[in-house]
């Protein structure tokens, strides 16, 4: 007997006792559990109790014919492979089983051996839905997800450039800060293309060492270096009739860069160790946080790819230029973070988190939202308390002067001070919601002359 990869419930409906037994004998494992019926209504009663996978049916039963049984199990469950069994075969009998759903189809007498093909063949055929229903679901919430830059005031020129992208199929350049969505904003564009339901692969070309990278991308055959043990398509290949999302693209080394220029060029790829050209169909966007243009002058980024990736260029401005997008980010990340938790922002809240300068962008808004979700109890969420620095307390277009401003040494101290009173003394919980440790914690107090005055003020407040 083959093992199966997955825990089956396999139902066998057939008045032949003796067969009903033999078979589940055989087909019984670690993987697989196996149940009997000998009429039609008995085996519709255990459909209708757990979630059968597979059924044998046979085709002649007392109680009424399979083909008439055959419907009311697929609505118990229509992802359920029935294999219908008979020994009266024919061609109508086959047809008339596959019109009313059947999977495939067995004529007794039949070696196990067949049978357990036809059960593996099920099982397979399970598997892809299985992992192609996951991927359309997967597909379906990062469409979803897109749905955040959609509206945001202060990304309207940026909006245009993405409708505009996603109507071509032109590479494209997505620059911006760290943190800024640039993935986003990719995602967006394949999910409004005519190829969203084809894949998407992102790929970060900083994250792979450069002896790797290139077979990641390209493939590799079968013994091309130490390691490749079998044949493995690249991201170009699995890419195919999608978007291949190409992050971090000035991490690329030169001499990998020649080579995406040529597949740009010429829509195919060579496989590391092979000989056979094979052609890909894949939209390519890549994105960066640095300045290529200046990679371009340093000659440390070829300047034939910059133009060919640059076709349609959009840059997301950073956070602290479109502050007034922070209240829907907000709003955003609580829905989908707090799920069913009545969660929401005062006003001043709001005003305070609208006065900082988020260095982290809005990777670093979603951060202090989910931190604050985790930490925080009540209605009422505080994430300006995680905040890296006190919010400014004067409008970002009229700069203090010079005697008001406070040196970043006193906003440490103080915020520090805000933080032990908040816990009550408790260094532990105090270190925790700073994000030091507890030793480097101990060591501002000291360094502050913090250590017995706030510890002492703490205590009593208790």
């Known amino acids: 007997m083959k093992t199966h990869n997955t825990k089956r419930n396999i139902l066998i409906i057939d008045d032949d006792r003796i067969f009903c037994d033999t078979a589940r004998d055989y087909l019984t494992s670690e993987t697989m559990e196996v149940f009997t019926a000998n009429t039609g209504s008995d085996g519709l009663a255990i459909c209708s109790q757990r979630r059968m996978e597979i059924v044998l049916l046979d085709q002649k039963l007392p109680d009424m014919e399979g083909v008439s049984l055959c419907p009311s199990i697929l609505k118990q469950n229509d992802q359920t492979k029935i294999i219908f ?14 019109k009313v759903g059947a999977y495939d189809y067995l004529s007794k007498p039949f070696e196990l051996e067949a049978l357990d093909i036809a059960i593996e063949k099920a099982s397979r055929t399970l598997e892809l839905e299985r992992i192609e229903q996951f991927q359309s679901y997967k597909d379906d919430k990062e469409g979803e997800e897109t749905i955040l830059i959609r509206g945001q005031e202060g990304l309207a020129e940026t909006l245009k450039l993405v409708d505009l992208a996603a109507a071509v199929d032109a590479t494209v350049l997505v620059t911006g800060e760290t943190g800024t969505g640039k993935n986003v904003i990719a995602k967006s564009i394949h999910y409004r293309s005519p190829s ?17 990278i290139e077979a990641e991308l390209f493939g590799c055959e079968k013994g091309a270096f130490t390691g490749a043990v079998t044949a493995r398509k690249g991201i170009f290949e699995l890419a195919e009739g999608g978007t291949l999302f190409l992050d ?3 991490a690329m080394p030169l001499h990998l860069q020649s080579k995406l220029l ?3 060029e010429d829509k195919q790829i060579r496989r590391i160790g092979g000989g056979s050209i094979r052609p890909v169909n894949a939209r390519i966007i890549a994105a960066s946080n640095a300045d290529l243009e200046d990679d371009v002058k340093n000659k440390t980024f070829r300047n034939d790819l910059y133009y060919r990736l640059s076709v349609i260029r959009i840059h997301i401005p950073p956070l602290r230029n479109r502050l ?11 829905r989908k973070t707090a799920k069913d938790r009545e969660a929401t922002l005062s006003d001043s809240e709001l005003s305070r988190l609208m006065e900082y300068e988020w260095p982290g962008n809005v990777r670093e808004l979603k951060n202090v939202i989910e931190r604050s979700l985790i930490i925080q109890k009540g209605a009422v969420l505080r994430p300006s308390d995680f905040l890296k620095v006190r919010t400014s307390s004067f409008p970002a277009s009229s700069p203090p002067a ?7 040494e ?3 101290k103080d915020y520090i001070i805000q933080a032990l009173r908040k816990f009550s003394g408790n260094y532990t919980r105090t270190s925790r919601a700073l994000g030091i440790s507890l030793s480097t914690l101990k060591r501002k107090f000291k ?12 205590t009593s407040s208790k």
Not at 90 to 96: H, L
Not at 324 to 334: A, G, N, R, W, Y
Not at 447 to 458: D, K
């Open 402 to 408: 010079e005697n008001d401003i406070i040196s970043l």
């Open 196 to 212: 969203k339901g084809k894949a998407f692969i992102n790929i970060n070309c900083a994250a792979f060492p450069e002896n790797l």
């Open 262 to 264: 040529s597949v740009l």
């Open 447 to 458: 360094r502050y002359n913090l250590a017995h005055t706030e510890s002492t003020q703490a």
């Open 85 to 98: 069994v008979t020994a009266y075969p024919s061609f109508d009998n086959a047809v008339e089983a596959i």
């Open 410 to 412: 006193e906003i440490e």
């Open 248 to 250: 971090e693209i000035g």
């Open 324 to 334: 007034q997008d922070v209240p829907e980010l907000c709003d955003f990340f609580i």
